[in-house]
Each structure stands twice: as C-alpha cells, then as structure tokens.
C-alpha cells in the first residue's frame, strides 16, 4: 500500500485527540459565553464533530484492532466527545435561558452567585480537557476529587433561590430558570468527572479506586 | 479452534442484544416504580451491566472486525445500554425526591399530572424497547415522532407548577421538587427519542431524515 495514500495508525489516533481537544476548546468557548449570556454560539457544529468522531473511531478499532493503550485511546475520543457534546447543548440551553431571564425581573444576588459557579465549572472543565491533552492522570484525578465543591456551590445556590422566591413571588419565574441554570452547570460539571475518570483510564488502564464523590446531592 | 469453546459472533452478538434488553426492562420498572415513588431499587446492577455491555461491544469489534449490519448491531448495543443507564439515574433521582416531598406540603392535582406523565414516559420507553428487541425500524419512527407529545407535557406542567407556587409560598421547596422529576422524565423521552434513533439507524443504515422535533421546549 501507498504510504502516501494509508495515514498510519499513529497519525489518524493523533488526529482523532486534536479533534477532540477542538471540540473541547468549542464546548469551553461555549459554556463561557453562555453564563456571560451574550452567546448564540452555532452548537450544529459541535454535534457534526461528535458524529465524525465517533464514526472515526469505530472504524479505526473494526480496521486497525488496536491493542492496550492503542485501543483504549481510541474508545477515550468517543467518550469524550460524547460527553463534549452533552456540555454544548447544556450551554445552548443556559444561553436560552438566560435571553428569557432578560424579560423578567431581576435577582441580581443570585445571578452573580450563578456566575461565579459558570467560571468555576468552565475552569474544571478547562483543567481536565489540558489533563486530555497532556494525558496527565494526576491532574485529571484531581478535577475528579474537587467536583464536590461544584456540588456545594449547587446546593447553597438552591437553598438560596428557594429562600428569595418564598420572600417575594415575582421572582417565581426568573427563579426557576436560575435553578435549571444552576442544574445545568451542575451537570456540566459532572461531566468533566466523567472525562477525568476516562483520562485516568486511558493514561493509566485503571479505573479512579474509589466510587465518585457524589451522592449527596441530588445530581442528576 | 474447538466450536463449543469459541461462541460464534453471532451468539455474542445475540447475548449483547439480549443483554440491551434486559437492562431496558429493569429500567422501565425503575421508572415506573420511581414515579410510584414506592422504590430504591439497586441502580448498581444497572451500572455494572452497562460497563460489561461496553466492553464486550468493544471487544467484538476490535477481535471480529464486523462490517455493515453486525457493525450497526454492535455499536447500537453499546449506545442504547448507554441511553439506559442514564435513564436508570433519572429514576434513581426521582425516586430520592420523591422521599423528600413526603415530608411537604402536598401539591395533589400537580402530583396526579407528573403521575400521568411518568406513564406516558415509561410506555414510550417500553415502545421502543420492543422496536429494539423486534428490529422494527417503523415501530421506533413512531416514538420518535410522537417526542413533542411529551413535551408538551412538560410544558403544561412548568406553567402550572409555576402558578401553583405563585398562590402559595408553601407549595415552592415541593413545587421545585416536582419541576425536576418533570425534567427527568423528560430527559428520559429525550432518551427514548436517542434510543428510537439508534434502532432506526441499526435497522436501516439510515439515519431519520429530518431532525428532531425538539426545540420549542427547553430540553436540557
């Protein structure tokens, strides 16, 4: 076979992690923007990426049947794009939200708490896709350990909005929405511990020893 | 090779499939018994079965290198247990907040309507799940279809929890409880409507020619 015409194994897998480190950088870019509200951002995009990705990496493991590390990077790319693309729309759906909370009242306090719990879950999932690309498990276990914080900063903040909405029911409505806002950011978190347990398999072949540290919320 | 030591692809095929389906059946009781609010159902049975379906779909491709429909049987196998597992947590947290809304002020007609709307979820589920186990390409079509349906649904329920909460302060902490498990069981139609998509491309190779009808709601 022609060299020039065959990429190597080595060169599609490679390939395949740009592109996934892409889609990574697309899903930040859009999480950012979303809870800074001035997006619209064109998640299409995403989803046609995620498909590629996927079809690529079936058929590298059906052709090529790589073995260990090989396959386990190849399996890791699906994942992760997977996961990627469930972060795009739940962005997608903060920046929808967050056009509706335009027309309502208010509640300052709360929507910079919001804020706050947008970058420290943009910088989580920022940290474990660096954790992607320069396969270090020491770093991806460490986005994995500190998700229960995310998970604190969600529960004050439903506490919080519960608390402002009994005190005054006009703020019923934008309320909801920054509860679901709120939930969302929650579950985008969730998702870079799901990326950080898969980088720790990929790099390493062993499963993160102890079960994730959720449970106390109510997460999904 | 020995036959009887070596299972014929299609045996580990049919096994994998079967497998899919078991795991569909225990998270329809879970959902049924969740909105039932009667359940803790072990949700680490699920779990376990996901992560085997996961390798061996692996395995089967990276050893048997199947091309065409047993390719699409494969990789259907893996998404759907995947699809499944997830519907398995939104039971799983339903059935938490179910717990927590005994201890609140009771919101009945709202809780009849989320009731009526956890079966809708669980038959669509069940629908899909017989188009999965019967190849029926036609069968997953009409659930995928009838997705709005569903959505609808949630909507209608928004807006009436969201009044509900706005005449009666009391009715806010169970009436948020109440917006979530609609969400779940939205999710899992959102689920069912991925798995409908699945089967149709398994079957078919074809992907549903037009997109989605989501899109009105806010589905995240």
């Given amino acids: 076979m022609n060299e020039h015409i065959v990429k190597s194994f080595e ?4 390939s395949l992690t740009a592109d996934v480190a ?9 999480i ?15 989803e046609a990426v995620v498909g590629d990705i996927e079809r690529r990496s079936i058929r590298l493991i059906a052709l090529r049947q790589p073995m260990a590390l090989d396959l386990r990077r190849t399996v890791a790319a699906m994942k992760i794009s997977s996961n990627l693309e469930r972060c795009g729309d739940l962005a997608r759906n903060i ?11 208010p509640i300052t306090p709360l929507t910079r708490s919001v804020g706050r719990m947008g970058k420290l879950v943009a910088s989580r999932l920022k940290d474990v896709l660096d954790a992607y690309t320069t396969s270090d498990p ?3 276990a460490n986005v994995w350990r500190r998700d229960d914080e995310i998970d604190e900063h969600y529960n004050s903040l439903f506490r919080e909005l519960l608390t402002y909405m009994m005190g005054d029911p006009r703020t019923i409505t934008p309320g ?15 998702h870079a511990t799901n990326i950080a347990e898969i980088v720790q398999f990929e790099v390493t072949g062993d499963d993160i020893p102890v079960s994730r540290p959720k449970g106390e919320t109510l997460s999904s």
């Fill in 22 to 30: 892409r889609m990574g950088g697309l899903a930040e870019a859009q």
């Fill in 11 to 14: 060169e599609e897998l490679n």
């Fill in 138 to 140: 020491e770093r991806a």
């Fill in 32 to 46: 950012i923007d979303a809870v800074s509200s001035v997006t619209r951002r064109d998640a299409t995009l995403a």
């Fill in 95 to 105: 920046a929808k939200r967050a056009l509706i909370l335009t027309g309502s009242e």
């Fill in 176 to 190: 909801a929405h920054l509860l679901f806002i709120a939930k969302n950011l929650e579950r985008i978190g969730d």
